[in-house]
């Protein structure tokens, strides 16, 4: 006879853990927008120094451009003229092309001007010898019209670094055409007082 199975104890039953009470979230506040009570920051200042900082990024856009302009524009082509002859004070010619001296008014090489006792002299001629007697046999490097070179044309001349209209001017010998224009004001006004060239007759 088989032996009956012995029953076996229950389980205990299982014990239920407490559960920890989650912290609640701190309460968030309110969104200007949801007040309608609520202060706006002012923006006042921060559109001073936005704008501000657009001004100063445009002047600085600016300041390149124009630097860029400058670089972009080509210096002017020059010339070496030789064998000059000095027609007067302020007209070059060589080889058949006349140069008339830019910015300067000078006279003819016939022209006479009144000196301290009131006798003319011939200042004309003077005007001639000292612009002659500074190019001498040396070649003189002139500017060319954007155009090009040209029979007869107004330049800017110079002869070993020296520019010829501001060397009359200050010798006395042409006055400028601008009479404010510097350098050649400037160079008027020293040769006046010092009486030289064509203003040692003047008061």
């Known amino acids: 006879i088989a032996a009956s199975p012995t029953a076996q104890p229950a389980p205990p039953p299982l014990q239920s853990t ?16 949801a007040s309608p009570h609520a ?82 002299w011939r200042c004309g001629a003077a005007a001639r010898g000292a612009l002659t007697h500074l190019i001498r046999t040396r070649a003189v490097t002139c500017e060319l019209p954007k155009s090009g070179e040209q029979k007869d044309f107004a330049a800017r001349c110079t002869v070993a670094g020296t520019d010829l209209s501001t060397w009359m001017v200050r010798q006395g010998w042409a006055e400028p055409n601008v009479p404010s224009e510097p350098p050649l004001a400037d160079a008027a006004q020293a040769a006046k007082q010092e009486h030289a060239g064509l203003w040692r007759g003047a008061e």
Not at 55 to 68: M, P, S, Y
């Open 39 to 120: 202060v706006l920051p002012s923006t006042g200042e921060g559109k001073r120094h936005l704008l501000a900082g657009e001004k100063a990024e445009a002047e600085r856009i600016a300041a390149l451009n124009a630097k860029g302009a400058v670089a972009a524009t080509p210096p002017p082509k020059t010339k070496l003229y030789y064998q000059i002859t000095v027609r007067d004070g302020g007209t070059l010619e060589s080889g058949g092309v006349v140069i008339r001296l830019v910015g300067i008014a000078a006279r003819d090489a016939e022209a006479t001007c009144k000196g301290k006792d009131g006798k003319p």
């Open 18 to 33: 407490p559960t920890a009470a989650l912290p609640s979230a701190p309460p968030q506040a309110a969104s200007p927008e």
